[in-house]
């Protein structure tokens, strides 16, 4: 494989993915429409290494206006990362745009994939298909049962995928990425808005008691487990691999844990629990340990570290811009 798509390709994850891609000697075109879900002045700056490079190719937008056949006809694998994230503003009127985002554009692409003779379609799922582990870490083929709307829509794009590959042959797999966390991370996720607060001596709201857990996932992680991906032959059409990161926090500890790193003592500001929030995530990964030859590789305290250092890096050089 020596050129790949990559989907949502200015966002956290799929800017991570682009930069990897590119190191390791691949032609990389990234495509991204830079939705307002958050500023797409911060999606511009996610880029700016990739635009620099020689064998990346930029395509600005929209995966449901685009014609996709030219796109996937000259490329050998995709990575379709773009979509509408968010868990808790999934609920009520913003639905539309999730089906929009996650769903149509997931059946648009695999349509032409069905047409282009494609290699390799690899599709970001997430944790959130399975709503709360009960007790213990889940596996592959446990009963999917989302929490939020948003969780629905992953499901629903999965089985587009799987139903793609069976019925129109388009070789595929579905990787089910943890709370993903590092440098580049969305603005409302947890972590970022606990560094943005704890580091600017303002209180950090924490949804219920602070006791709901996630087994979180370093990106650079997340970026190995995709490429590794890529690079491997599929068991069966549309398999399904978790991607976590080997490790679990509550969010009360990880608002100390930010603390810490800070040399701040954190205020916190306890919320009403919001609908769709589920209590505990946990991945089991001996199939992507055994299949991808995946191992997550950045600790917790080291991955909070470099978020840390990046954000302080980041603001001083906004400031001094
Ligand atoms: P992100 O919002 O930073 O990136 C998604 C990108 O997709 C955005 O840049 C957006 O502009 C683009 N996009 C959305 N709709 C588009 C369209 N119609 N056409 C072209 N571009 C479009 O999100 P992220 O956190 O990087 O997540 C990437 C993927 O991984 C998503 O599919 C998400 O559901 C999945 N995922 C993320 C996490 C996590 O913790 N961040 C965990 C599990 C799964
Ligand atoms: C994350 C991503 O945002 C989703 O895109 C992804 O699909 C999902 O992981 C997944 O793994 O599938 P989530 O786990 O909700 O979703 O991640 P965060 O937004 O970082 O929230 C983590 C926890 O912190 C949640 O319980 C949330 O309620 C809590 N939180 C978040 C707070 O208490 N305060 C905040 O300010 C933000």
Redesign the pocket.
């Known amino acids: 494989m020596s050129k790949v798509l990559v989907?949502?390709?200015?966002?956290?994850?799929?800017?991570h993915l682009v930069d990897r891609l590119l190191e390791a000697g691949y032609e990389v075109a990234g495509?991204?429409?830079?939705?307002?879900?958050?500023s797409?002045e911060v999606?511009r700056r996610?880029l700016s290494r990739a635009l620099a490079h020689e064998r990346f190719t930029p395509i600005e937008?929209?995966?449901?206006?685009?014609d996709l056949d030219d796109l996937i006809r000259g490329v050998d694998g995709v990575a379709?990362?773009?979509?509408?994230?968010?868990v808790r503003s999934s609920w009520g009127e913003r639905f539309p745009t999730y089906l929009?985002?996650?769903v149509?554009?997931t059946q648009r692409l695999l349509e032409a994939a069905s047409r282009g003779g494609l290699e390799h379609f690899v599709?970001?799922?997430?944790?959130?298909i399975y709503g709360s582990s009960d007790g213990g870490p889940v596996a592959e083929d446990a009963t999917l049962r989302p929490a939020s709307p948003?969780g629905m829509s992953?499901v629903a794009?999965e089985e587009l995928v799987r139903l793609y590959a069976r019925e129109r042959g388009v070789t595929s797999t579905v990787l089910?990425?943890?709370?993903?966390?590092g440098p580049?991370?969305?603005p409302e996720?947890a972590l970022s808005r606990f560094i943005c607060a704890i580091s600017s001596g303002e209180p950090v709201e924490v949804f219920g008691d602070g006791s709901q857990a996630r087994e979180v996932?370093y990106?650079s992680d997340?970026v190995e487990a995709t490429v590794a991906t890529l690079e491997t032959k599929p068991k069966e059409p549309a398999r399904a691999y978790n991607?976590g990161g080997g490790t679990r926090t509550t969010v009360g500890k990880l608002v100390n844990l930010v603390g810490e790193t800070l040399g701040e003592r954190p205020e916190v500001r306890y919320c009403p629990p919001v609908p769709g929030d589920v209590l505990s995530t946990w991945a089991n990964l001996g199939r992507s340990r055994r299949e991808l030859g995946y191992e997550p590789r950045v600790s917790l305290e080291e991955g909070v570290a470099r978020q840390v250092r990046w954000v302080l890096a980041e603001r001083r050089a906004l400031a001094a811009a």
């Open positions: 989907t949502g390709a200015a966002g956290f994850i799929g800017s495509l991204d429409c830079f939705t307002d879900y958050y797409p999606k996610n937008g929209d995966l449901l206006q685009l379709h990362l773009a979509g509408e994230p968010g929009e985002r996650n149509q554009t599709y970001a799922s997430s944790s959130s948003y992953k794009a089910r990425y943890f709370t993903v966390y580049r991370q969305r996720m996932t990106v997340v991607v």
